[in-house]
């Protein structure tokens, strides 16, 4: 019997589906740090974005972060979360660009209707300049494939074109774990390390590595409007219509983005056990719950990326 | 319903499904998400108003996993897509792969990280051309278990002779092929039989129904048991009090394990050390195993950059230039002897060029014809591979992560082939 076989037999743990996954993202992370030479982490205080970030931590230890953060702000923020962005970026000693699409807006780069507008597609102008900008040629970011069925079709390395532009149909091959990060000038990679998570492994990951949110996640007081099958939370920027009811309620976000078009569900969930309970538990995916910018039509994902969106 | 505790401990099946959507491949998939629960009310909704749109009567299962809108336009499998989803005994990611010959490439990218393939049979039609190739290009990527699943039992009566008679023809291909572990089941992923659950109307079939089969097929113990293989990704600087090297080198264990004081060789270099210390982020381990991202120190100062091997020292790799290997062309662009290529197997990237291309395998008809003048998009070739400097390589069939490359091209940066060393 050779060497290695012996020691498979040992009693030592074998890797479980989290050890696998996280082993998997620090090796996609490694890879972007060693072939690319001005990578950047989208970071947006959320869920997904915090558990990448947890995942770089440990995957250059003891060194700091090879990359800085980068936060394309909508202007539409929950103020929790951009509060609980920079108490990170201080607590933790990152670096945190941050890029406004009100900015964009403003130099006539992203045009809106009006100001109270969902700006989630407008995120795609104010990144594909800040890309131009830093000359970055890797964006790393917390999508998953388990969200939408045009992330499904996506590859971990994700080739852009100098437009920001995605050619779903033109795919680079990714086989093994090979990843071919080589761009041209002007063109770059989205690189998505937490790919093959589920929302439950997300929670789960969360919970074991204890990894800080922000408040939102968990169930609170709040005015929100009943409005078909959602719940519209309340604030400057979303009021009730004629007819609507303002009620409070207990609720949580299962997802944060543009405060215009990201709903909370009910809850009463306030530890990270009873969320989990609930997430194995829910009739709905993550973004039919909360997002109202993705029923607009079947494709309306794949649309976004084909223009440049993450 | 589906169990909602949450085990602690779970073990990953990846899978892929090959067949065309007229092989029922997208109603199995929706049938094994929906078993599971991994379609939730929404995505449900979204597909029955599709289809209800498209003046189907029953909602089009396809929509689930088709998630382009050409695909869904033309109704076919363009490219890869991954889902998700769990059963009390294992998580499994399925990637759903195309079964056009046109996008064989798209093919072989799902089936490269797959520990099992099934094989969608109509058995009203039998073993097609579709079925050879796709069985070959499996057994050519490493998959070690198939399982043939025979369809559409519910168009013949579920009839036991019609399901012999296909598991005798595709036995009598496949058999010879070498796959470590094939099954044959009957099923009708319409009306359910064989996916979940065995069904009442085939009661001659004694074996597992396929969710039994994707719940206990023993894991591919091939990267543990293999001698340990360290590709370096990368050089870390370590604080200064702690060592007096105070270079640690980051890499995933590709196969094997290793042990604090074991013996091992840096390659290309051939310099021997002992591992002085395995660290990850939590502190330092004893021991650490095939699939860890971790980090490595040695006893000895040792030249070493991204790109090297560490390895067992009992069992290292060959070091070679020049070697053998199967190459299947991905590029629009057929090959063209002026352009400069790249190779990238593990982590490193060389220069390198076709020295020799001795025959294109027909995977068809399994013929392979010699010399052939052109090696374009979809072909598989053996060729002769000549590199810049030394790889640090193991032959495929012995250790898919460092038998592997691909070759990109050194000007477009595209990814034009991918290879698995003889």
């Known amino acids: 019997m050779s060497t290695a076989a012996q020691v498979s037999q040992h009693s030592w743990a074998a890797l479980d589906h989290l050890d696998r996954l996280e082993a998997e993202a620090i090796h996609i992370l ?89 700006r989630n597609a407008l995120q795609a102008v104010t990144l594909v300049d800040a890309i131009h900008e830093f000359g970055f040629d890797a964006c790393l970011g917390g999508a998953r494939r388990d969200e939408e069925k045009a992330r499904a079709k996506e590859r ?79 604030s400057p920027l979303t009021s009730a219509r004629t007819g609507e009811t303002v ?19 009910p809850s009463q969930a306030q530890s990270l056990a009873e969320i989990l309970r609930e997430t194995v538990t829910s009739e709905l995916t993550e973004r039919g719950a909360t997002r109202t910018d993705d029923q607009t039509s079947e494709a309306s994902m794949e649309l976004r990326k084909k223009q440049g969106y993450f | ?167 005798k023809d595709f036995m009598a291909f496949a058999g010879p092929l070498g796959f470590h572990n094939i099954q044959v089941i009957p099923m009708s992923a319409l009306e359910g039989d064989g996916v979940v659950e ?42 200064k009090e702690e060592v007096e090297d105070r270079r640690g080198f980051s890499g995933r264990i590709e196969t094997g394990s290793v042990t604090v004081g074991d013996e091992v060789v840096v390659l290309p270099a051939g310099r021997s050390t002992r591992v002085a210390s395995i660290r990850v982020f939590e502190g330092d381990l004893p021991r650490a195993r095939a699939g860890q991202s971790v980090m490595l120190t040695l006893e000895d100062q040792i030249d070493i950059s991204r790109g090297d091997m560490i390895a067992s020292a009992q069992q290292p790799p060959r070091l070679e230039k020049s070697f053998e290997a199967l190459l299947c062309w991905f590029s629009t662009t057929p090959y063209d002897a002026s352009r400069r290529l790249l190779v990238q197997q593990t982590t490193r990237c060389v220069p390198g060029k076709l020295e020799q291309v001795h025959d294109r395998l027909d995977v068809n008809t399994s013929i392979s014809m010699a010399h052939p003048d052109t090696v374009e998009m979809n072909d598989i070739v053996r ?31 595209d990814t034009v082939a991918a290879g698995m060393i003889c």
């Open chain 2, 383 to 413: 060729v002769t591979l000549r590199v810049q400097h030394p790889l640090a390589l193991d032959a495929y069939a012995d250790n898919r992560a460092t038998g592997s490359f691909i070759i990109i091209d050194a000007l477009t940066h």
């Open chain 1, 156 to 234: 971990i390395f994700s080739f852009r074109d100098e437009f920001g532009g995605w050619d779903p149909k033109n795919q680079r091959p990714e086989l093994w774990d090979l990843y071919n990060a080589r761009v041209n000038p002007g063109e770059n990679m989205r690189v998505f390390p937490i790919s093959n998570w589920t929302e439950t492994d997300v929670w789960e990951y969360i919970s074991r590595e204890s990894i800080p949110l922000p408040t939102l996640y968990f169930a609170h007081r709040r005015a929100v409007v009943v409005r078909g099958a959602q719940l519209v939370p309340i």
């Open chain 2, 198 to 239: 065995r069904g009442e109307r085939m009661p001659w079939y004694k074996g597992p129904p396929l969710l039994e089969i994707l719940e206990t097929v023993p894991l591919d113990e091939a990267p543990l048991s293999s001698p340990f293989r360290y590709p370096v990704q990368g050089v870390m600087r370590l604080p």
């Open chain 2, 1 to 167: 319903m589906m169990d909602i505790t949450l085990k602690k401990h779970q073990e990953i099946l990846r899978f892929i499904t090959c067949g065309s959507v007229d092989d029922g491949k997208s109603t199995l998939i929706g049938r094994l998400l929906f078993d599971s629960k991994a379609v939730l009310a929404d995505q449900w909704a979204a597909i029955t108003a599709t289809s209800t749109r498209r003046g189907l009567s029953q909602a089009d299962l396809s929509l689930l996993t088709d998630g382009l809108q050409a695909e869904r336009e033309q109704g076919i499998t363009i490219d890869v897509a991954y889902r998700y989803f769990s059963t009390p005994a294992r998580r499994f990611i399925i990637a759903d792969t195309p079964g056009h010959a046109q996008y064989t490439r798209n093919m072989v990218t799902g089936a490269s990280t797959a520990d099992l393939a099934i094989l969608l049979l109509d058995v009203r039609k039998g073993v097609m051309e579709q079925t050879r190739r796709h069985a070959h290009i499996v057994r050519l990527l490493g998959i070690r278990s198939v399982v043939a699943a025979v369809n559409k039992m519910d168009m013949v009566d579920y009839q036991e002779a019609a399901f012999d008679q296909v598991k």
């Open chain 1, 247 to 265: 009620e409070e309620r207990w609720v949580r976000f299962r997802t944060v983005g543009d405060m215009t078009c990201t709903c909370p569900v």
């Open chain 1, 30 to 118: 490694r890879e972007v740090a060693a072939q690319c030479s001005r990578p950047v982490l989208l970071f947006s205080g959320g869920k997904d974005s915090m558990v990448v970030l947890h995942l770089a931590r440990k995957a250059f230890h003891p060194q700091s972060l090879p990359f800085p953060l980068m936060h394309v702000d909508t202007g539409h923020n929950f103020p929790e979360v951009v509060e609980f962005r920079d108490k990170i970026v201080a607590q933790w000693g990152v670096q945190l660009i941050v890029r406004s699409v009100e900015e964009s807006i403003r130099q006539g780069r992203a045009q809106v209707k009006s100001a109270t507008d969902s």
